[in-house]
């Protein structure tokens, strides 16, 4: 074997000092800097525009593809405010109104809040950090394709009047028994956008650690960035267990595994607890990137940094960790022991403390500083107020003898839309008017804006106040029609005239975004006389992001730092060419932001769309329960993936380095922990384990929940098959490493030999853990249902990790992965470094922990 | 030095820092599974709440202490009597590395009062019906 090689590493002066940046560039090497970066990032035109991946384009697109499922799923609630306007209407019938309200629900969370925020995120994160792009642009592109699909089919559902009709939390037995494919459309139509989200929040969290410019240490991060971490870090924590719950929720439906039946020894509750474990810190996923929004606006409005950055910061991660201890309070009426509850109230409580610390720190900001009270701060403004009122009943209603009152009236109505409107809605209309003049290079109307403000915020409140009488006075949520005897008729009324109001409101913000606006002038460079890096942004509009990526060293680095446009603009800083015309960004060290490498982008393709076709049809087919199509599609969406990773990442380049300015010269390709893809594996099989963590909960949720679990003379796995899959899996991970340690010592052709025989253990592995079960019944009861599905998890995942280690042996073979630029192996073995932890608990819950509990 | 020998000093030189701030939250949260996760365990068989609540109050007491600890380091760590900068707001290793305690340092303090709020029903209510 030969002497292990090194990729090469960064050379040259860092950090670049003043005598340095002072040095003037000639103008002819600026326009030729330009001109070269034109070409790189030049957006494709004509019918190719849609062929674009660049998070400009497709940042846009999804903000307002969210944008447009707001207002449907709006339209729906003023249908439903039109039916309870009186008592005993018949607008709409009854399951029509239980499919608007459940669709309401359902779009409003999973195809407007949650994608909101990725939508901005996408659009602004690379402004706020400096950067080219988003380190996956195709990435992006291809879960905004997914969201477009699934979003047009979970809501086409009701033009064909087959929409779900359970409610968005979809409660089984409810839910599981409804006739229809409704929640079957629910179930994998909103899978299919969970997956979209993770891998979004995915590409975002990487983007905040390893895309931030040169300098732009953890302590100077905009606080955007650290709420995106935050928020990123929730969603791959929180979705998983949802998607485990879709996942046994779909098996009853499609194959009858009794997960949620309690005749044959399942538990609704299990439910229950999988949705609102997401479900909880779903609102403060929600809630966090809006309030980055104002951490944003604030300082730029009171004209001095904000006040108390470390204190923010810490609220942010103190809610997100906080906002998991709190899902059983939405369970407070399901019979679990009181001191149970009493847990969950105190934690619902608790979270009160960093929510409020954000919240005293923007209105500290904006006490001394010099505040004039702009568009968007007017918004802010109502967001607080409205949010305010609604953290108060939220107080309230994590007192569990309040709650029980409570429960399941217009109470809730009123108190989730005063979070949800304060905490989001506003803070993201704040937004656009702010970033705006950023992204569109326009302003938008500031008397539209005020007319809009004042509708909305009156309409809401007159809209949403009474509702708390409603509830007090009893009417139940949900309900379609009432009895004029009931005495709610004219609190109803009044909802309903707020409702038309807060649409007026929309009508007049959505003609002032949509409007024609030629003939506005051209808008100064930073109209609002911002700190932070997005406001460096070219007017009139570049494609390249930023016209040189500028070293960082204090957090307004636009107020703080003397001449720093000056000097972007100028190309003084880094990377201020593209001599090969390719799309490249810096990439750089998680805590301090020192340059590590130039990362390749990638650029338009149609690959994205087609994978994203091709992934729909594997979601959508099995809703009318046409499974060969699906598996063609699926097969087809892995062809297209692997076509795309082939063709576009981890090439060894044509030139090691790169000279990227200042006398620095950077790397040009990284592997294993340094590079990008290396995060992006980590970070997803965080998530997925998650997933598996929350069907083993499953497990042991039976075991202590019901006395029938494993039932008296129940067949159990067969233990050899188990400890044959558990041996194999084992080789196939030790292999895997073996093959990445020895192809990096240059031992190509035993690497290659250890990747085959991998492959064939995996295969062999797969198949016993397949065998272990067959003899049980899934229909039977749920303790062989839960053992079938952590099998097909564990099946699954192998059949994916044989794929990758293929992968890895074809790039051996055909000269892309070779002893050096090894990036796909080693991102490969971390894969089954997780794979094999999971592999070895499902042998021991499928082999031993029978034996434990008989 | 490789990129990745700077990176692991980079690490190394924080990694006191990254888990004191992670060490809070994480007590704060095995703390509450552990009192959720018994509780449902001793309701679900004999009700017998007495050693439960004793149990909940010495993993308590516990958790309190650890977290105290953590907060301690993190303050010494943020150093703010020394050179009384509140902000640790310019581009240094030092402020950077400030910065971390002071978040630690906050992040204990919420862990803190959680713990404390999560054990109070266990002192105040005697039963599980």
Redesign the interface.
């Known amino acids: 074997m030969n002497e292990r090689e090194?990729?090469p590493?960064?050379t040259g002066p860092y950090p670049p000092t003043e005598e340095m940046l002072a040095v003037p560039v000639s103008k002819e090497e600026q326009e030729r800097g330009k001109a070269e970066l034109r070409a790189a990032w030049k957006t494709p035109e004509g019918w190719r525009y849609f062929s674009a991946v660049n998070n400009t384009e497709v940042g846009v697109w999804y903000c307002l593809t969210a944008f447009a499922f707001m207002l449907i799923a709006g339209l729906l609630a003023l249908a439903i405010r039109v039916q309870l306007a009186f008592p005993d209407n018949t607008f709409l019938d009854a399951d029509r109104f239980n499919q608007f309200f459940t669709m309401h629900g359902s779009a409003m969370m999973f195809l407007f809040a949650v994608p909101m925020f990725e939508a901005i995120s996408i659009l602004l994160l690379p402004a706020f950090c400096g950067a080219r792009d988003m380190p996956f642009p195709r990435l992006s592109a291809f879960g905004y394709w997914c969201f477009l699909i699934g979003g047009c089919f979970v809501l086409g559902s009701l033009i064909f009047d087959a929409g779900p009709k359970a409610g968005w939390f979809m409660y089984p037995p409810l839910a599981t028994k409804e006739e229809g494919i409704g929640p079957d459309v629910w179930l994998l139509g909103l899978s299919f956008i969970e997956v979209a989200s993770i891998a979004a929040a995915v590409e975002l969290i990487v983007g905040s650690l390893k895309c931030r410019p040169p300098?732009?240490?953890?302590?100077?991060m905009p606080l955007y960035a650290w709420y995106v971490m935050v928020v990123g870090g929730m969603i791959l924590f929180a979705f998983p267990p949802l998607i485990a719950g879709d996942f046994l929720f779909e098996l009853e439906r499609s194959f009858d595994w009794p997960f949620f039946d309690p005749t044959r020894g399942g538990d609704p509750v299990l439910w229950q607890h999988l949705f609102w474990i997401f479900g909880h810190p779903e609102v403060y996923i929600v809630f966090l990137p809006s309030i980055a929004i104002a951490a944003m606006i604030v300082p730029t409005v009171a004209q001095r940094?904000i006040v108390g950055?470390?204190?923010i910061?810490?609220s942010a991660?103190?809610t997100g960790?906080?906002s998991?201890?709190l899902w059983?309070h939405h369970m407070f009426t399901t019979g679990?022991?009181?001191?149970?509850?009493?847990?969950?109230?105190?934690?619902s409580?608790?979270v009160v403390?960093?929510t409020g610390i954000q919240l005293f720190a923007f209105v500290a900001t904006l006490m001394v500083g010099r505040v004039k009270m702009s568009l968007p701060m007017l918004w802010i403004a109502g967001a607080l107020a409205i949010f305010v009122a609604g953290g108060l009943t939220g107080v309230m209603l994590a007192i569990v003898p309040f709650n029980w009152q409570v429960h399941d009236t217009y109470f809730i109505v009123a108190h989730l839309h005063y979070t949800l409107f304060g905490g989001m809605v506003f803070p993201v209309i704040a937004g656009v008017y702010y970033f705006y003049p950023f992204f569109r290079k326009k302003l938008l109307s500031e008397t539209l804006g005020r007319w809009a403000f004042w509708l909305i915020f009156t309409g809401f409140n007159v809209t949403f106040l009474p509702m708390h009488l409603t509830g007090l006075r009893g009417m139940p949520r949900r309900i379609f029609t009432y009895p004029e005897s009931a005495g709610w008729g004219t609190l109803n009324m009044i909802s309903t005239v707020g409702a038309f109001v807060i649409a007026a409101g929309f009508a007049v913000f959505v003609y002032d975004l949509l409007r024609s606006k030629k003939n506005q002038p051209q808008i100064p460079r930073n109209p609002w006389g911002a700190g932070t890096l997005e406001f460096s942004h070219d007017v009139p509009d570049e494609a390249w992001g930023v016209r040189s990526i500028p070293h960082?060293?204090?957090?307004y680095p636009l107020w703080e730092q003397d001449k720093i446009v000056e000097r972007m603009d100028a190309g003084r800083y880094y990377l201020p060419d593209a001599p090969d015309h390719q799309r490249e960004t810096i990439v750089t060290?998680?805590?301090?932001a020192?340059p590590?490498?130039v990362q390749r982008v990638t650029g338009p393709a149609w690959i994205t769309l087609w994978a994203a076709g091709f992934t729909g049809g594997a979601f959508i087919f099995p809703t009318f329960h046409m499974y060969a199509p699906a598996i063609v599609c699926g097969a087809f969406a892995i062809v297209c993936v692997l076509y795309w990773l082939w063709t576009a990442t981890a090439r060894p380049p044509k030139d090691q380095m790169r000279d990227v300015g200042l006398g620095l010269r950077l790397?040009t390709y990284?592997s294993?922990?340094?590079s990008v893809g290396w995060w992006a594996v980590w970070i997803t099989m965080l998530g997925d384990a998650t997933a598996y963590a929350s069907l083993v909960f499953g497990f042991f949720f039976y075991w202590?929940?019901r006395p029938d679990f494993p039932p008296e003379g129940a067949a159990h796995p067969t233990g050899l098959w188990v400890a044959c899959a558990a041996a194999a899996l084992f080789l196939t991970w030790a292999l895997t490493v073996t093959a990445r340690e020895v192809n990096r010592r240059g031992g190509v052709a035993l690497a290659r030999g250890a990747l085959l025989v991998a492959m064939a253990a995996a295969a062999g592995g797969a198949a016993s853990l397949a065998a272990s079960v067959t003899a049980l019944d899934p229909t039977t009861h749920v303790y062989p249902a839960i053992m079938w599905a952590l099998m097909v998890w564990v099946v699954v995942h192998v059949g994916a990790g044989v794929i990758m280690l293929g992968y890895c042996l074809a790039g051996s073979l055909f000269g892309k992965l070779t002893s050096l630029y090894d990036a796909d192996l080693q991102n490969v073995t971390l894969f089954w470094h997780f794979l094999v932890l999971e592999a070895l608990v499902t042998a021991t819950v499928l082999g031993l922990v029978p034996g434990w509990l008989a | 030095?490789?990129?990745?020998q700077?990176?692991v000093r980079?690490?190394r030189d924080?990694a006191l820092s990254l888990w004191r701030?992670t060490f809070g939250?994480v007590i704060?949260?095995t703390h509450?599974v552990a009192?959720?996760g018994l509780?449902?365990?001793i309701?679900?068989t004999d009700g017998q709440?007495d050693e439960?609540r004793l149990g909940i109050g010495i993993g308590t007491l516990v958790a309190l202490v650890g977290i105290a600890w953590l907060g301690w380091q993190a303050w010494r760590q943020w150093d703010v009597l020394h050179n009384r900068d509140w902000?640790?707001?310019?581009?240094t290793?030092q402020?950077?590395h400030q910065?971390?305690g002071?978040?630690a340092f906050?992040?204990a303090i919420?862990?803190f009062?959680?713990v404390t709020?999560?054990s109070?029903?266990?002192l105040?209510?005697g039963?599980?019906?």
């Open positions: 090194h990729l590493v960064a300098g732009m240490r953890v302590n100077i940094p950055y470390s204190w910061v810490l991660v103190g960790f906080l998991f201890g059983v679990l022991p009181q001191l149970s509850l009493g847990f969950f109230s105190a934690a409580e608790a403390i960093p960082v060293t204090s957090r060290s998680v805590i301090d020192k590590v490498y790397p990284a294993g922990p340094d202590t929940a | 030095m490789t990129n990745r700077q990176e980079e690490f924080e701030i939250p704060w949260a509450f009192c959720y509780t449902s365990l309701c679900a709440v439960l902000e640790n707001d310019s581009g290793s402020d950077r910065f971390l002071h978040a906050l992040l919420i862990s009062i959680g709020y999560v109070l029903p266990a105040l209510i039963t599980c019906q």
